[in-house]
């Protein structure tokens, strides 16, 4: 069974910077394409995961156009572990943040996610 496990959120002042890590096993990583979301906690807590960006196995790279400006995935097969860095954040940006894998059958593996905290 896959698992993936994210790391390095924080607290961050406005214009701060983070480095999130995602930790996998249990499937072939290195073809397997990985995502990050977020969700806002508190009283947005009831909207659904908004998707962030995708690094493909062959390193192919979307972002969603809300922080393609300030984010960059990256992935380092030979630690099976994708990368995501954020800029400039903004408190908007308060989530708490999710790493997937899309699996080949279909599954999307999530972990239980990085609480990011964004506040002068």
């Known amino acids: 069974q896959g698992q993936v496990v994210e790391s390095g959120g924080g607290w961050v002042q406005p214009g701060g910077s983070l480095r999130l890590s995602c930790s996998a096993s249990?499937?072939?990583?290195?073809?397997?394409?990985m995502a990050w979301y977020r969700q806002a906690s508190g009283k947005e807590a009831g909207k659904e995961r908004e998707w962030v960006a995708t690094i493909f196995g062959g390193g192919t790279i979307q972002y969603a156009n809300s922080m393609k400006d300030r984010v960059a995935i990256s992935r380092d097969n030979a630690k099976n572990t994708a990368f995501l860095d954020m800029n400039n954040l903004k408190p908007e940006d308060t989530s708490v943040y999710y790493c997937a894998a899309h699996l080949p059958t279909g599954e999307l593996v999530w972990g239980k996610g990085t609480v990011v905290t964004v506040s002068a």
């Open positions: 249990g499937f072939y990583f290195t073809i397997t394409p």
